[in-house]
């Protein structure tokens, strides 16, 4: 598949989560709005990258934050930025994007930005994890689990409230143990002591709670 059908393709995926956003129960309409605009707006940022105007850099940073790693991810698959450079920046793109964490193309992204930085991938912390287990929350609408999860359970909280779209909406809280080693990365620039980690190293997760809009 050359790069012109691969954008191509992209572009209709684009066009499938927009309708996905709009989708969500409940969701304001200012929500629904602020997420079709980040990924609108990829278009005119790509054309200020292909004309030259900006570089790759700067690009990324111009791309509304629930768009933004799709955009990178996007270049990255047709070959037009090496993974070296993603996986160099991908600490902080992470922390300043509002990603799908259920994608299975951007968990694959952190397992392999693991691997090439020697087998472990902390990214941005002040508190390096010290244990050999520790204790993880999450907090999400109904769905499949993603991969990113929290130390500090009061971030769950939040999440299971409606933080990842912005607005109050019903969710679960939950909590699960996983081995130090099977982390992939841990941020805690943004107050949310995140930790990054396939969900299917997280072992005995329960649910712990159970918040409705109403809350």
Known sequence: MNKAAMLEKHQE???K???RFQAIPDLPFITATVMASDY???QSVEELYRSGEVDFHTAQGLVGSYARLEWVHLHLSVGEVEESVVFEMLPELWAFSDPDDTRPEFLSLWKRAKEWNGGILYGKTTKPLMVDKIRLYRGQMPGEFGFAWSLDMDVAQRFARGAGVRCPQPGTLYTGEANTKDVLGH????GEAEIIIDPEHVY???SIGTYLRKE
């Open 204 to 206: 005995n997760r329960v």
């Open 187 to 190: 941020m805690t620039e943004r």
């Open 17 to 19: 989560y927009l309708e």
């Open 40 to 42: 609108a707006g990829m």
């Open 13 to 15: 995926r684009f066009a």
